[in-house]
């Protein structure tokens, strides 16, 4: 049985039209954004100016005003707003298609408690007005440090640190800026409450708790001019457990060449040569064409016989090229051997880093100790560039009774600088067709034989010298802390 299917045809216009209804609403939401208002209040109701109102996952964030009120146009109705504030914990707020959503901050006492050493004593972070930052140590044992400047590095807002890529790894520190034209501009160092006039690199980033920096000068006013610059508090660790701890770190890492400035390759060489004689040498680069350019690629026209002619040469063409663009007679030896040097292979490495800190701690009755031993070497990025440093530290706090404690904190570290790195400048000075060494299998003092050039020997100071650079530091401090009446100790 046959039956006939009747088909209707939709006009292309109307089906356009159909589909663009049908996408408006779609439209108009994806494209409209979606203004919220609305006020942050204190846990007082009071407002707070200034407080961050931000789209999540966006850079889109504005501000509150003095009232603590605010207006943000969002994406769409269902982001999440995140409100911040110095010393509240953040929130994050569902807009859910509401365009009025206040905010009352809640204090956050886990760091508003936290007690901040300033000069003149600790207080807490709540009671603080001055300008002053704190690093917990503890919260950056994930992290690979190096030094003291690697802890505080991108850690704290305000404060400078350079980056050295040597293998000591301290670096210049600026918390106030260069603030004198004559005078230092570094801050001061107190590790435990007492000034600290050795090295940086003598501490031990493992032996450190906690560390404190003033920025203001109210703050550091009792160490008098020596805190103009700012003043770092150090506050090295305690025991903290009945039991004794036995903490081990250590870690492995590798240096490489920063600036990656290679120089020419051997064949370069040549032609940079050919090209510095041309542009030194222009009218006889016009009157003898092809004068400072390879025998075997002549320019046009230009036979061999013309070309040996232009300074009366004869023999090997080579030879005669490489005289022409100042090649001394090493240089041709090698380059007719084909044996070169790649100075910067030679000169510059892969430096190995390793540190290890072993410490023991603990608490028994009332004595409070904490003892660590630790090693570490870091090779440079240049042969024989080394930093090698051995340091320990001994904190004992002993209660005697309700009103005595004495304790005693001690340092000792050795460090040893008498290495000598090869030197990087005769990676460009020196030339890849030189020789190390001369025919007798002595070292030459210059791989061309042209020191007057400035090309010398780049391992020469580590074979005609011997650098002794030990220092040995100890610090210490023993002390007794009475408790008197009326809070006073």
């Given amino acids: 049985?046959?039956?006939?299917?009747?088909?209707?045809?939709?006009?292309?216009?109307?089906?356009?039209?159909?589909?663009?209804?049908?996408?408006?609403?779609?439209?108009?939401?994806?494209?409209?954004?979606?203004?919220?208002?609305?006020?942050?209040?204190?846990?007082?109701?009071?407002?707070?100016?200034?407080?961050?109102?931000?789209?999540?996952?966006?850079?889109?964030?504005?501000?509150?005003?003095?009232?603590?009120?605010?207006?943000?146009?969002?994406?769409?109705?269902?982001?999440?707003?995140?409100?911040?504030?110095?010393?509240?914990?953040?929130?994050?707020?569902?807009?859910?298609?509401?365009?009025?959503?206040?905010?009352?901050?809640?204090?956050?006492?886990?760091?508003?408690?936290?007690?901040?050493?300033?000069?003149?004593?600790?207080?807490?972070?709540?009671?603080?007005?001055?300008?002053?930052?704190?690093?917990?140590?503890?919260?950056?044992?994930?992290?690979?440090?190096?030094?003291?400047?690697?802890?505080?590095?991108?850690?704290?807002?305000?404060?400078?640190?350079?980056?050295?890529?040597?293998?000591?790894?301290?670096?210049?520190?600026?918390?106030?800026?260069?603030?004198?034209?004559?005078?230092?501009?570094?801050?001061?160092?107190?590790?435990?409450?007492?000034?600290?006039?050795?090295?940086?690199?003598?501490?031990?980033?493992?032996?450190?708790?906690?560390?404190?920096?003033?920025?203001?000068?109210?703050?550091?006013?009792?160490?008098?001019?020596?805190?103009?610059?700012?003043?770092?508090?150090?506050?090295?660790?305690?025991?903290?457990?009945?039991?004794?701890?036995?903490?081990?770190?250590?870690?492995?890492?590798?240096?490489?060449?920063?600036?990656?400035?290679?120089?020419?390759?051997?064949?370069?060489?040549?032609?940079?040569?050919?090209?510095v004689f041309k542009s030194i040498n222009p009218q006889n680069t016009i009157d003898n064409p092809g004068r400072y350019d390879n025998p075997e690629n002549l320019p046009s026209g230009v036979t061999l016989e013309q070309w040996l002619a232009y300074d009366g040469s004869a023999g090997d063409p080579t030879r005669a090229w490489l005289n022409r663009i100042g090649f001394q007679d090493v240089e041709i030896g090698n380059y007719l051997a084909g044996q070169s040097i790649d100075w910067y292979d030679r000169i510059v490495r892969t430096g190995l880093r390793n540190d290890l800190n072993t410490s023991i701690s603990g608490r028994n009755g009332g004595l409070n100790y904490y003892w660590s031993i630790g090693r570490t070497s870091n090779e440079g990025i240049y042969e024989g560039e080394k930093f090698e440093a051995l340091r320990s530290r001994l904190n004992l706090d002993a209660k005697i009774n309700d009103w005595l404690t004495v304790g005693m904190n001690t340092q000792f570290a050795k460090r040893d600088e008498g290495f000598i790195p090869a030197d990087r400048g005769q990676i460009y000075t020196s030339s890849p067709w030189g020789s190390f060494y001369d025919d007798e299998g002595n070292v030459r003092l210059s791989p061309q034989d042209d020191s007057g050039a400035g090309a010398t020997n780049a391992f020469i100071d580590q074979m005609f010298n011997d650098r002794v650079d030990l220092d040995h530091t100890f610090n210490g401090r023993v002390y007794a802390k009475v408790q008197l009446p009326l809070g006073f100790s």
Avoid: C, H
């Fill in 1 to 275: 049985m046959n039956s006939l299917m009747k088909t209707t045809r939709i006009p292309k216009s109307l089906l356009f039209l159909l589909t663009l209804i049908f996408m408006m609403p779609l439209m108009g939401f994806a494209q409209d954004g979606f203004t919220v208002t609305g006020t942050v209040t204190d846990e007082f109701d009071a407002p707070l100016p200034g407080a961050s109102v931000v789209e999540q996952g966006t850079s889109n964030g504005v501000s509150t005003d003095f009232d603590g009120n605010y207006s943000i146009e969002v994406s769409n109705q269902n982001v999440v707003l995140v409100i911040s504030y110095i010393g509240y914990a953040e929130q994050q707020i569902p807009v859910a298609g509401n365009s009025v959503i206040d905010a009352s901050m809640v204090p956050s006492a886990s760091t508003l408690d936290e007690v901040v050493l300033v000069g003149y004593g600790a207080v807490k972070k709540k009671d603080l007005t001055g300008a002053i930052s704190q690093v917990d140590a503890a919260e950056l044992s994930d992290q690979s440090t190096n030094s003291v400047t690697d802890v505080l590095r991108g850690n704290v807002a305000g404060v400078n640190i350079g980056l050295s890529a040597d293998p000591k790894g301290t670096s210049q520190i600026r918390i106030r800026g260069n603030n004198s034209l004559t005078a230092g501009s570094s801050p001061l160092i107190v590790v435990d409450g007492m000034i600290f006039n050795g090295d940086l690199s003598d501490i031990a980033p493992s032996d450190i708790d906690k560390l404190d920096i003033m920025k203001d000068a109210s703050s550091a006013a009792v160490y008098g001019a020596r805190g103009a610059s700012g003043v770092i508090l150090i506050t090295t660790k305690r025991g903290t457990s009945d039991k004794p701890t036995i903490t081990i770190n250590t870690s492995v890492g590798f240096a490489t060449d920063p600036y990656k400035e290679l120089p020419y390759s051997a064949d370069g060489y040549v032609n940079w040569r050919s090209d």
